[in-house]
């Protein structure tokens, strides 16, 4: 919705923006000098835990992804908060508290920000980092021949809303939960030194979604391979008992029409992520030096020249 509202923007163009809005990225790029640049993103949403305090954090981790996607250091950070009144204090410390302590495991500095009252809570933080203009990482270079490694496992929309309908066992919300406070920082390390031709996170568009940015930025094709794809413990089952987020369907209506091919886990494929992983797309000898660094991540598909579709599904 805001890719149309934003392309109908005048545009200014200045040689320095190294990375705008126009290719769906994930984060704002701006050379300072020839050696540096800002990285600059933010993101809030509504609660979808129940604890305040996981809550805070969970939604640094995720706005402190987009600067992991993009190859830059999280340096200092604002927070955005609407919140109902002067009810429930204690929660919204919890949820501060949480969100601080995240954003101080990133080595990322708390400055400021700024709170409205709205009935409903909303609680995120706009980040802004560093990056070396040559070490920018972008969606645009995907290659033919490069590999698919995905460092998170798919779900947590599907989890969150089996929580919502009571259907969630304790123990797959806490897997979980887990996965969604994991900074993206020991990926965006481990791909540091390799030669990478294209990264994003997976968040509220889903793989398929954010596959398709890739493709279109690097007009290829993208082959995602569902059995490889890995999935959070009770994912499956809870996607069968229909547990699918509203987000999910916009995901699918949104994306559909670009992809070739289906499997019996395409609800997963289109469920929305909060804080998920990052989509690497490499060249198979850096994928397998990745693979050592990183165990938990899956080689998910390959990258092939553009044909009809952008992304191939089998
Ligand atoms: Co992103
Ligand atoms: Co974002």
Redesign the pocket.
Known sequence: MLDQVLASLPRVADPDLLVGFETAD?AGVYRLRPDLAIVQTVDFFTPIVDDGWTFGAIAAANAL??VY?MGGKPVTALSILAWPGANDLEDLQEILRGGAEKIHEAGCLLVGGHSVTDPEIKFGYAVTGTVHPARIRTNAHAHAGDVLVLTKPIGTGVIATALKQGIAREEHVRISTDSMLALNRGAAEAIEDLDVHAV??V?GFGLLGHAREVAMASNVTLEIHASRVPFLPGAVEYARAGALAGGLKNNREFAASCVEGSSEVDDLLYDPQTSGGLLVSLPAKEAAALARRLPAAAEIGSVRTRCDKPIVVR
């Open positions: 994930d992804s987009d996607a994003t996170d968040t």
